[in-house]
Each structure stands twice: as structure tokens, then as C-alpha cells.
């Protein structure tokens, strides 16, 4: 699990250095790079994993008291060229002469061990819709982008494990949708396969007349069978969801973090996605200039923070300070104002 | 002394109710800040107002959400830097009485240096204009704001804040409770000296 992410000259972002969880969630206000960070992680695990080319940004990762870097940063080791081989570069701090090849070696391996590939979720109902190509066989089960397209294909492949995986995943859909008996995955061509769901009442409703708040939660429910990654990242979680439907999309990331061991970051502008989570957990991310660029700031660690949790809980806490323009209320002291009536 | 006042509308709040480029200065006179030329010092600052239903609610949890919005108001009035706390909530013939006890109990816990002067009116603020006025039974007058109306001859948020401001608080009979529970509160807020 990453438990320090540093940013150098990526995107919006000048220079940030933040811990996470794992469960963790980005709120604030638009354009304060949120999704950059996410950009950004998602980057550097890729490089890592051996799946993404090292490019000329400085990320940098710690993880078991390990630093990951794909640039110099003060107080790291330059590249070298097995590391580099491996897509990435280590950081022991100052090995000593002799031992670096060693070391170093050690690291990659560590890397390797940690670091098994990262994905992106902001689904789109109408991709998650569309009927997918079939998985070959060993393909990993995984979407095909970020937007969910596949997902028949992926349920298909789960369906095929022979184990408990589809009926699991099956009971969880039908217990928030009690009008859904099942699931269905026909194969409709000699190479794709679609997404249905069959009523209570026998009626079949394929995927492009479900709504899409089943769709989104069949896609989320799903996330914990798929191939294993270390870091999944997802981008507004409570998009086309009822509000108490949030809470159950947070259950199941909640325990693809615990269960399947992956590191679930997330960007949310929802209060209630916020409710679901502890105070280590969020993490308020702002970008007031050009020139400051993004910061981020652990939500625990802003003004009075102990003593509005004492009255908020979370979410609430973080609307009813928020501006969605700097959120300087929520991170500054208030001096001497009262909050006038409207 | 530093005032933070809340309430549901104009009745309670007067020009406090408006947005700030449209409040007069002073701002109306409301019924809150007319109670209290009864019983506060006449150095009085009103450093801001909260309409009740601007306190965010998401989620229940243990408290109710008029507790919650108590506690809400008390931690808005501490860091506005206010020394006290006013405000009202009609009952409107829900159970609100309790759940708002609740919360100033919990508020004084947590923001022991914050005196808070509230309580719900029961059954709203005409029913305590309606005591003011000296009449028996007010908390149990259906429609009181008719009855306001149609006996008093008070329409509107100035004229009923006038009328609390012209009479004296010494006729309110023993059974206006929550206005004498209100009462009670800014005298011991504002000790003997504050009361008129």
C-alpha cells in the first residue's frame, strides 16, 4: 500500500506530498486537480508495474518504508540502468559503495512484488451498455477502459470461474434491486457478449433499457471479482447513484481496500460519499493560483477540526464550510465572522 | 456582549432574515431582538444571524435533527466569536420541545463558555405573543397566527416586534412555559443587571 505520494510539475499540480489510507478520497472544489492526482498515481503504479514507460514528471511512491520514484528528488538515488529496466528508479537512501547494485536489485523486486498494475474507473453508462468482445482465454479480467466498456465480457469471464464469484456478485445486485431475479451474459455473436438482467416477473431487460443506477452498481459490485490490482482509482463514485445507494457503493469499496488488498483512492464532490469515511481517510485538495498550484491538505488537519466533527459528521462537516471556490472557509480560522442570515 | 441570533424567519430574526446588501441599518426589528431589550444589557452586538434551516442535516446518527441543529448553531455562534447564543424554533406541534432540550444540553456541554439563551416556542412565536398579550392557554391556541391577527391587530414582522418591545414581560401567565423557559435562560445569561 502507498502510504506517501509526492507530485512534481505534473499537470496542474507545482509540488504536493500527501499520506494516504487504504480508502481514501479526494474532495474539493472543480479544477483543484483532484483527477490529476489520480492522473498521476495511476501513472507512477504503471510505471512501476512495468506496464507504463517512465516519463519526464517526478512521481514518487512510499510503500513499506520504500520510496518509488520516476524522477529525482532530493535525497533519492539517480536512475540506474536495471531499474530503469524495470521501469522506474529506486531510491535506497545513499547505498553504500559496492552494495548499490544490490540494493537496488532489491528494490526492483520489491517494486514488482507491490506493484501489480493500477485502474481507473469513471463509468459511462452508455460504453458499460454496449455488448463486448469475449475474454480469451487467460486474458485478465479486467474492463477494457476506464469507462466501464466490457463489463459483459468481464461478468461473462466470472461467470465462468465455476465458483461463487457471479452468485455472490448476483445476490448483492439483487438484494438493493429486489425487482432483479438475475443476471445474464448471452453470448450474441461468435464473438461478443451482452448484459441483461431478468425480472422478478420473467421480463428480460437488456442493457441498453436499464437504468443506470443498476448499471453503475453492477459495475461497482463487480470491481472486487475483477483481476487484482494495487491501486484502484475511481473518479465520483456517487455519479447516477440514489443517495443510499452511495453507501452501499462505498460497502464494496470499503472491501475491495480490506478483503482484496487493493488501495482504493477516490474524487468525489459528494457529502455522502464523505459521510462513509473516517477523518484519515479524506484528504481536501485546492489550488487558489496559477503559481501556488495544488495543495493538498488531510481534512483532520484543518481549523477546529476535533470540535465541528464533535457536532458534523464529515460530509457535513466539509459542505458547511465549503465554497467550491477555495474552501478558505474550511481551511482558515475564522476570526471574527458570523455567518449572516442566507 | 456578542450576540448570535437564529430562528426560522423574519418574525424571529426581523432584518436579520435578509441577505446583508438588502438588510437595513439598524436592521428591522425582530421578535428575539425584542425580547431581549427585556432582558439583555443595553450593550448588545449582534455579530450575525442563522436562518434554522441553513444548518446542514445529511445524515441522523444518534441525534435528532433538531438536536443536531443546536449543536450546529452553538459551534457557528462560537466561531463567530459570540459570547451568546439566541434563538427560537416553533414547535409547530411536532416533538421538537425535547430534541431541542437535548441539544442545549449537549451544546453547554461541549461550548461551556457559550451561554445559550432558546428554546421551542410552543406552539410557535405568535403563541408567545399571544402570552405576552396575557392570555391563558397560549400554547394550546390552534392557529395562533390568525388568532394574532384578529385579536391583536399584529400583521406583520415589525408590528409584532413592536408590540413585544412596547409591552412589559410581567403578564405572562404561569402557563407559557416555554416562553418563561426562554425568559429564565437570558436572565441567567445576562444576570440581574440585564433585566428590565
Known amino acids: 500500500m502507498i502510504t506517501r505520494f509526492q507530485i512534481e510539475d505534473y499537470g496542474c499540480i507545482r509540488k504536493v506530498d500527501f499520506a494516504l489510507t487504504p480508502l481514501h478520497a479526494f474532495i474539493g472544489p472543480n479544477d483543484s486537480g483532484k483527477s490529476t492526482i489520480l492522473r498521476a498515481m495511476h501513472q507512477l503504479v504503471q510505471t512501476a508495474s512495468g506496464l507504463m514507460p517512465v516519463r519526464g514528471n517526478t512521481l514518487a511512491a512510499t510503500f513499506a518504508g520504500n520510496v518509488y520514484s520516476t524522477g529525482t528528488k532530493p535525497g533519492t538515488t539517480r536512475t540506474t540502468e536495471r531499474l530503469e529496466e524495470a521501469g522506474g528508479r529506486s531510491t535506497p537512501a545513499d547505498p553504500p559503495p559496492g552494495e548499490a547494485s544490490q540494493v537496488r536489485k532489491h528494490h526492483v523486486r520489491l517494486f514488482q512484488q507491490e506493484f501489480r498494475g493500477a485502474s481507473i474507473v469513471r463509468f459511462d453508462p452508455d460504453r458499460m451498455r454496449a455488448p463486448s468482445p469475449l475474454l480469451t482465454e487467460g486474458q485478465s479480467t479486467r474492463l477494457l477502459n476506464e469507462r466501464g466498456a466490457g463489463l459483459a ?89 440514489h443517495p443510499s445507494r452511495i453507501a ?64 458534523y459528521s464529515l460530509g457535513e462537516l466539509w459542505l458547511s464550510y465549503a465554497d467550491g471556490i477555495d474552501e478558505s472557509p474550511l481551511l482558515e480560522a475564522r476570526p471574527d465572522v458570523g455567518k449572516a442570515a442566507g | 456582549m456578542k450576540i448570535l441570533l437564529a430562528g426560522e424567519g423574519p418574525t424571529e430574526l426581523g432584518g436579520w432574515f435578509d441577505e446583508p446588501p438588502y438588510r437595513g441599518d439598524p436592521p428591522r426589528l ?26 446542514r442535516k445529511y445524515r441522523g446518527g444518534v441525534r435528532s435533527a433538531e438536536s443536531r441543529t443546536v449543536l450546529g448553531l452553538a459551534l457557528e455562534a ?102 418563561r423557559r426562554w425568559i429564565d435562560r437570558a436572565r441567567a445569561a445576562f444576570g440581574p443587571g440585564g433585566s428590565t
Open chain 2, 78 to 179: 462560537s466561531e463567530a466569536g459570540a459570547d451568546v447564543l439566541v434563538f427560537a424554533r416553533d414547535n409547530d406541534r411536532d416533538h421538537r420541545q425535547e430534541e431541542i432540550e437535548r441539544g442545549i444540553l449537549e451544546a453547554s456541554e461541549r461550548f461551556p463558555s457559550l451561554r445559550i439563551i432558546g428554546s421551542a416556542a410552543v406552539e410557535d412565536t405568535e403563541g408567545w405573543l399571544l402570552a405576552i398579550a396575557g392570555r391563558l392557554h397560549s400554547e394550546a391556541v390552534p392557529n395562533s397566527k390568525a388568532v394574532v391577527a384578529s385579536e391583536l391587530g399584529l400583521e406583520n414582522t415589525t408590528q409584532k416586534a413592536e408590540f413585544v418591545k412596547q409591552m412589559g414581560l410581567g403578564g405572562i401567565p404561569a402557563d407559557a412555559r416555554s416562553l
Open chain 1, 248 to 311: 452501499e457503493v462505498m460497502k464494496v469499496l470499503r472491501t475491495i481496500s480490506t478483503e482484496v488488498g487493493t488501495q482504493v483512492v477516490l474524487a468525489t464532490h459528494s457529502p455522502l460519499v464523505v459521510n462513509e469515511l473516517q477523518p484519515d481517510e479524506v484528504s481536501l485538495v485546492t489550488r487558489r493560483s496559477l503559481e501556488e498550484g495544488t495543495r493538498v491538505t488531510p481534512i483532520r488537519d484543518t481549523p477546529n477540526f476535533a470540535k465541528r466533527h464533535s457536532v
Open chain 1, 153 to 241: 465480457g468481464v461478468l461473462l469471464a466470472i461467470l465462468g470461474r465455476g465458483n461463487d464469484d457471479f452468485t455472490d456478485l448476483t445476490r448483492a445486485v439483487c438484494t438493493l434491486f429486489p425487482m432483479v431475479k438475475r443476471i445474464r451474459v448471452p453470448v450474441v455473436s461468435s464473438d461478443q457478449v451482452a448484459l441483461e438482467v431478468q425480472l422478478t416477473d420473467g421480463t428480460i431487460v437488456p442493457a441498453a433499457q436499464m437504468s443506470e443506477g443498476l448499471l453503475y452498481y453492477i459495475g461497482f459490485a463487480a470491481l472486487r471479482f475483477f483481476a487484482p490490482v494495487s491501486l484502484l482509482l475511481v473518479e465520483e463514485p456517487e455519479n447516477g447513484l
Open chain 2, 30 to 55: 425582530g421578535v428575539l431582538v425584542a425580547l431581549l431589550a427585556h432582558t439583555g444589557p443595553a450593550a448588545l452586538t449582534i455579530v450575525g444571524a442563522i436562518i434554522w434551516k441553513h444548518i
